[in-house]
């Protein structure tokens, strides 16, 4: 049976509003307050004063600082101040306890404070068997909640356990609960008292699961942590037993050393699970047995290696800048490469983006370049060479399956580096081989590419292992070796080689000094004059860096050092004319005049993995049935620049003065000297169709000239690659006019501006004007065009070589450019 309890009056009148911020007051609760505005302390003082209520409202938004009656909710509740408290800086703190629930008329003031008209909003109750259920219900949801919540008082249980109404049960479950001011506000505004339990049991369920789970979590956690420490106690009170005793365990003090280093070592969780793993193993395994040193060394290189020690970046611009031209003279290019790439670093806050590869000749600064970098950046500097490097197990490291196995040479590098951020330079990359072993280039693709070196796994760590820190940096002396994928991954920076001007400022500023310095001579005591330096450079060294240079001028220092061990007066000033007295007699001439000397010689232009250099053509004509011999270890792309070379000079036979059998009748052979080193590439196109040239008009070759270039059947001159090392390749050899192809003239500002100063270049478009240049007049009419068709190629000539003229072909003679 259902009964309905209301109250039979409800009370009305005026009363002031105090708005409160976030905070909801409920009947039969208290409060605590804080008063700091100025109409609020007034409306307290006045209703203390005169022994009056006041009404306690909720703001609709707590950000408001001058509320007006649209900013306060219209349903709040009537509070008595209990206790008042005024503190130095003007505001009060008062106790307030809730009466009943109004509901706002109409305000009838603002200032200095709100006052409005009031109803009396009392509760409907419906007394039934489910609102019993419903109080039950909520006290045993709030007493279980209670129980996960070991700082809330004792007594608040029993008081609701004490509580039999069940609206002051719902009020006080509210004001206890951890609610939000909307929520609270809500259940102040339900006046049904079931649909208010109803929505007070659903919170509290909520919260109850909330905190069921964080306590899951606490004892989870809380056990683990007892597990720990009573492992540790445990394990303190055995070696304190076993010192007392004087009975210490040699393998279990071991186990108990490598434990600690374990955990000084700061591992990341997969790796710090193995290592406990194998040292649980290593407790179990006796001493004497083999398994014992396998785990025993796996341990050592995973407490050795950097899991998380880093050196921090000190990247200044200029300080860079200024290591960079202190160790190294010239290479401009490349040091503002690497200038532009520790500025996007120091942007990004980390070192990211492709890796740096040096390319170039043996000497000229590529390991060295590595080592300024480092110091730059304030980071370690560790160098491995994978020259000769054929087994793919000498990057990965061997499986812990086989007798004597160790990581690979990155793993190695970086336990001796100490830090998971060093500059790695890693030498020599296109030396590396392959074979059934497997292909190192190819392991070397993981290690280079910051997409997945982050987690790179060593075969015998077996464990990932962070390299994205780490800045790789490669060397390489030419890239034909080198793999596509590979060279994807990484931005090549071409060094050439140095000019003499350059070579004699190298070793005024770095080698004289450090040379002096090994061999323990004072600058009084041994100097080497200008002369004498450039008489070393082009007499005794022909390389494209600075290694024999300084070799030489060591082995001049030694010999010093030799008469002032037993002569302490004596000092030594090296001169041109005594540096044989030094270094013997002289090593290397200028040939080219006398290679140059016979018919059918002409000089070329080559790049090789140590520099530019030349190459001489030779070339001889002798009666047969019209073959074309080709010897010297040619690869296929150069013989058939030789083939080109001939055809095109068949077709200009009556040009040259042949009679139309003679290539019928005589056999042509080329041959290119130093037979015992493979050849190929079709830039010496133009050197073959000269050499040829020569011999069939019995024209020696200028000596003084070089000459690079391919060439098409119509006689074209197509371009070509490595012009700069090339150029510096025969000013080296002496060489004082160059022949190149005209679309290579984009290719002059990287040659030196004193190589352009010093030395004669000339663009060539047709074998007619090599042939110019190189034998001294016009043997054939550049191919002309007309109307879109090309002339005839046949063109009557005198036997002294000159064109006869006719009505199509009236180009002018042409004079050689000097």
Not at 399 to 411: D, E, F, L, N
Request: proline share 5%; net charge neutral.
């Amino acid at each position: 049976m259902a009964s309905s309890k209301n109250r039979l009056a409800v009370a009305s009148g005026t009363i002031g509003i105090l708005p409160l911020q976030d905070a909801v007051l409920f009947p039969n609760t208290v409060i605590p307050l804080a008063v700091v505005k100025k109409p609020g302390i007034q409306l307290v003082e006045e209703a203390l004063r005169e022994g009056k209520s006041i009404g306690l409202c909720l703001l609709r938004d707590r950000e408001i600082e001058e509320p007006v009656p649209d900013d306060v909710h219209r349903i709040g509740t009537i509070g008595v101040i209990q206790k008042m408290l005024k503190v130095p800086d003007g505001t009060l703190r008062c106790i307030v306890a809730g009466q009943q629930v109004f509901h706002v008329e109409q305000y009838t003031q603002e200032q200095p404070y709100m006052v409005a008209t009031y109803t009396e909003s009392p509760d409907v109750t419906v007394e039934n068997e489910e609102l019993v259920a419903m109080q039950r219900n909520l006290a045993g949801l709030f007493q279980k909640l209670l129980s996960f919540l070991p700082q809330a008082p004792r007594e608040m249980e029993m008081e609701v356990q004490n509580i039999t109404d069940p609206n002051v049960l719902s009020y006080f479950v509210a004001s206890t609960m951890r609610l939000d001011t909307a929520d609270r506000q809500a259940l102040l505004e339900e006046r049904d008292t079931a649909k208010r339990m109803r929505k007070l049991t659903m919170m509290l369920t909520k919260e109850l699961e909330v905190v069921e789970l964080g306590h899951k979590i606490q004892s989870d956690i809380q056990r683990e942590m007892e597990k720990n420490q009573r492992e540790f106690y445990l394990r303190q009170q055995l070696r304190a037993i076993q010192e007392e005793l004087g009975e210490v365990d040699p393998q279990q003090a071991e186990a108990n050393e490598l434990r600690t280093k374990i955990d000084e070592a700061k591992m990341p969780e997969e790796a710090r699970k193995t290592a406990d793993r194998e040292l649980e193993r290593l407790s179990r395994v006796p001493q004497a047995s083999p398994e014992y040193s396998v785990i025993r060394t796996y341990l050592d290189w995973l407490i050795q290696l950097p899991w998380n020690t880093e050196t921090a970046d000190h990247i200044e611009m200029d300080k860079a800048r200024a290591i960079l031209d202190e160790d190294h003279y010239d290479l401009d290019k490349i040091k503002d490469r690497i200038v532009e790439y520790l500025a996007v670093g120091k942007l990004k806050k980390r070192l990211t983006g492709p890796i740096l590869c040096f390319v170039g000749p043996p000497g000229v600064g590529k390991t060295s370049l590595g080592h300024s970098i480092a110091r730059a950046m304030g980071r370690k500097f560790v160098r491995l060479s994978v020259g000769g490097v054929r087994d793919e197990a000498e990057i990965r490291g061997h499986r812990r399956t086989y007798i004597g196995a160790m990581p690979g040479t990155i793993v190695r590098s970086m336990r001796d580096a100490g830090t998971k951020n060093p500059v790695m330079m890693i030498d020599e990359i296109d030396k590396v081989g392959a074979d059934f072993r497997g292909d190192p280039q190819s392991a070397l693709l993981e290690v280079l590419d910051p997409e997945q070196n982050v987690n790179f796994r060593d075969h015998y760590v077996d464990l990932p292992f962070d390299l994205s820190h780490v800045l790789f940096i490669c060397t390489a002396n030419a890239l034909d070796t080198v793999s596509p994928a590979l060279r994807d991954r990484m931005e090549i920076i071409q060094l050439a080689g140095y000019t003499e001007l350059e070579k004699m400022q190298i070793a005024k500023r770095y080698l004289l000094a450090k040379q002096r310095a090994a061999n323990g001579l004072k600058e009084s005591q041994a100097q080497i004059s200008d002369g004498a330096l450039r008489t070393i450079i082009s007499e005794y060294t022909r390389e494209a860096g600075v290694r024999n240079l300084e070799r030489q001028i060591g082995t001049v220092f030694r010999k010093i050092a030799r008469r002032v061990a037993s002569e302490p007066q004596f000092k030594a000033r090296v001169k041109p004319e005594n540096v044989n007295e030094y270094l013997g007699k002289q090593q290397f001439f200028n040939e080219a005049r006398k290679r140059v000397a016979s018919v059918g010689v002409a000089t070329g232009m080559v790049v090789t993995s140590v520099g530019g250099d030349i190459v001489f053509i030779e070339t001889q004509a002798m009666p047969g049935t019209g073959k074309l011999v080709l010897t010297g270890q040619l690869g296929d792309v150069m013989k058939e620049s030789a083939q080109a070379a001939v055809s095109f000079l068949r077709s200009r036979s009556a040009e040259l003065g042949l009679s139309e059998d003679y290539f019928a009748k005589h056999d042509v052979h080329v041959h290119v000297p130093a037979g015992a080193t493979p050849k190929d590439g079709p830039s010496a196109g133009i050197t073959i169709a000269t050499s040829i040239a020569s011999v069939l008009t019995g024209i020696k070759v200028d000596p003084t000239i070089a000459m690079t270039g391919e060439i098409t059947l119509t006689g074209q001159v197509l371009p070509i690659g490595g012009l700069k090392e090339k150029v510096l390749g025969a000013k080296r050899a002496g060489i004082s006019k160059v022949l190149y192809p005209k679309r290579n003239e984009v290719d002059l500002d990287d040659i030196p501006k004193e190589v352009r100063e010093t030395m004669e270049l000339h663009s060539v478009e047709q074998l007619s004007e090599v042939f110019e240049y190189a034998l001294g007049k016009r043997l054939i009419v550049p191919t002309v065009f007309e109307n879109g068709r090309r002339a005839s190629n046949v063109v009557p000539m005198h036997r002294n070589g000159s064109v006869k003229r006719s009505r199509v072909h009236r180009a002018p003679a042409r004079k050689a450019r000097r």
